[in-house]
């Protein structure tokens, strides 16, 4: 006889089906499947990370990384440095799912907008006021001034920037649930490309001539 579909025997058997189907991970990377994994960088990348060297070859200071160091901010039009501690400088998060970045602002320094493709962001200030903003997949924008102790989240893959709006240097602290989060930075990524972006595409999605793409262009060596 069939269970009717709304007895507790039949509901139960649903619940219990779920419950046995594989769960995705909720982090961005997969989950390690040993201790630590410290990266040989000269090996070739693979689908999980970097190769890890032997554990017997591991010294205590893989495991520590300084970001005490101020960046350089007065390199740039940006006013802005950022020191990444992920797995192509810090090599023992490989496969751990983690990393952070140091970012530094000198006066009106900006972050300019950017996505990380595989990470979502979550931020501390620790000197100045920042002003962080992000943009939805509704085309929603969102922003706040944050003074030191304050953090933000920017969810995975959404464009968003942080500029200084305060009349000293700023330090915000990001960190990331990816050991390698990627970053598209939107204006490089369009105007910088090599080879370069076709003008024609460039023109009817910005709605302007010419002149004003390979204007733009030229600031970034396209």
Do not use: W
Not at 35 to 54: E, R
Not at 71 to 91: E, I, M
Not at 96 to 107: A, C, K
């Amino acid at each position: 006889m069939m269970k009717s579909s709304n007895s507790p025997l039949y509901l139960l058997s649903c619940l219990l089906m779920l419950l046995l189907l594989p769960v995705p991970s909720l982090s961005a990377d997969p989950d390690a499947l040993q201790d630590f994994c410290v990266a040989d960088l000269n090996a070739s990348i693979s689908i999980n990370g970097f190769p890890c060297i032997p554990a017997s070859k591991v010294n205590a200071s893989d495991f520590f990384f300084d970001l005490s160091k101020e960046g350089v901010t007065n390199t740039s039009n940006l006013n802005s440095s950022v020191t990444p501690a992920n797995v192509l400088a810090f090599p023992a998060v490989n496969t751990l799912g983690i990393s952070m970045n140091r970012v530094d602002f000198g006066p009106g320094g900006l972050n300019p907008p950017h996505s990380h493709p595989r990470a979502t962001e979550m931020g501390l200030v620790v000197e100045g006021s920042i002003l962080v903003g992000f943009v939805t997949t509704s085309n929603v924008y969102y922003s706040k001034v944050l003074t030191p102790g304050e953090v933000f989240v920017i969810p995975r893959g959404l464009v968003h920037f942080q500029k200084n709006v305060g009349n000293g240097k700023g330090i915000v602290f990001t960190s990331f649930n990816s050991h390698m989060p990627g970053v598209v930075i939107s204006s490089t990524t369009l105007f910088g490309s090599q080879p370069p972006m076709p003008n024609e595409v460039l023109t009817q999605a910005f709605q302007v001539d010419d002149a004003v793409v390979n204007s733009i262009k030229s600031k970034f060596g396209s």
